[in-house]
């Protein structure tokens, strides 16, 4: 006699089993692997919710985590940051390595966490590149794949805010009477135009047009692999003509070659001029901070610099605050001086009078 599908007993296991055919067409024959008979029937339940979804929505039930990592290793190979990326994803393996993408939450991150803080002894910053790696994951498999139908909700840890390291004119002056000589247009191009350093060490002639005095940078060159065009200043156009005509390709270059890296150099010019925690991104730093204290609005700084968020430039919104001015003074009292002597009285709207000792003006 045939055994009657659904849950059942076998002698010689404890276990409730399960042989079943869902609504996606699969039959499922195994072990529950608990046993209680309430709690099978609510894992059957449970897989037979999921079955019915899956078969109305077309979106795949068993797709798991190391589906969804070779995937995306595979279709991002030629990211700049893979490596890094891989980095994270292998020490996240063998917290989520086999589970299915829809059983992935913040709950199941908590001991990925807390070992990597706590074992690990690295700094929430880190622990939060490899949040934000799932969370594109998961939402790769839900916007892009069709894999996933929610995403859920992985929140960043705190992070203190990082300051801005930026240099003064007068150190800026310093640090580059103490390049060597192949480094000085490089340190110039930076600070005239807030590239990034693999930007400045991969322009070539061919990306430069002095009469429209502008740059720009192709696709896949960039940190975001987007192009973007880099308006000329003059310093920019001096930095750029003082190297005109050293190489027929590359704009920056050390003993007739292309200039693929900058070297201890960099470093043995920071520490004679006494320079410290400085990084060559720092420069990148310290041209949005010059930009942002003479005028330069932070939407015009997202544009210039090619940065993707707005949050980005708020870093530097401290360093002007005289855009607030006309705000600021919304809300002032009209006051009305009383007496002309340098010990003088300001009275207000309201009647009261203030004493002041000397002229506020």
């Not at 995306?72 to 020490?91: E, F, I, M, P």
């Not at 859920?152 to 580059?176: G, H, Q, S, T, Y």
């Not at 060559?280 to 010059?290: M, V």
Request: hydrophobic share 40%; aromatic share 8%.
């Amino acid at each position: 006699m045939a055994r009657e599908r659904g849950l059942y007993k076998r002698k010689d296991s404890k276990y409730w089993w399960i042989d079943v055919v869902l609504a996606d067409g699969r039959r499922v024959c195994k072990s529950t692997r608990l046993v209680r008979r309430e709690d099978a029937e609510e894992h059957l339940t449970r897989l037979k919710a999921e079955a019915y979804e899956a078969a109305r929505t077309g979106i795949p039930r068993d797709r798991t985590w190391q589906d969804a990592v070779i995937r995306y290793v595979t279709d991002n190979a030629g990211k700049r940051s893979l490596r890094d990326d891989q980095d994270h994803l292998r020490k996240l393996d063998p917290y989520l390595g086999k589970l299915r993408l829809q059983d992935i939450n913040a709950e199941v991150l908590r001991p990925f966490i807390r070992d990597r803080k706590e074992r690990d002894t690295v700094a929430n910053a880190t622990v939060n590149r490899a949040l934000e790696i799932v969370r594109h994951i998961l939402y790769l498999a839900r916007d892009d794949w069709n894999w996933l139908l929610r995403a859920p909700k992985i929140r960043m840890l705190p992070e203190p805010r990082r300051r801005v390291r930026f240099l003064r004119n007068e150190e800026a002056d310093r640090l580059i009477e103490a390049l060597p000589r192949h480094l000085v247009p490089v340190v110039r191009y930076a600070l005239a135009t807030g590239c990034r350093k693999s930007e400045i060490l991969q322009l070539e002639w061919s990306r430069v047009d002095f009469a429209r005095r502008v740059a720009w940078l192709d696709p896949g060159t960039t940190k975001n692999g987007e192009g973007r065009g880099i308006p000329l200043n003059r310093d920019a156009l001096l930095v750029l003509r003082s190297v005109q005509g050293k190489h027929g390709r590359w704009c920056f270059t050390w003993q007739g070659n292309r200039l693929k890296s900058i070297g201890k150099a960099w470093m043995r010019a920071l520490a004679r001029v006494d320079i410290e925690n400085f990084r060559f991104h720092d420069l990148r730093h310290t041209w949005a901070s010059w930009h942002v204290m003479s005028g330069t609005s932070l939407p015009e700084l997202m544009e210039l610099g090619g940065w993707k968020s707005y949050e980005m430039v708020l870093r530097y919104a401290h360093l002007a605050p005289e855009h607030l001015s006309n705000a600021a003074a919304r809300i002032e009292r009209a006051l009305e001086s009383v007496e002309s002597n340098p010990t003088f009285s300001l009275r207000s709207e309201t009647g009261t009078v203030l004493r002041v000792n000397k002229p506020l003006f």
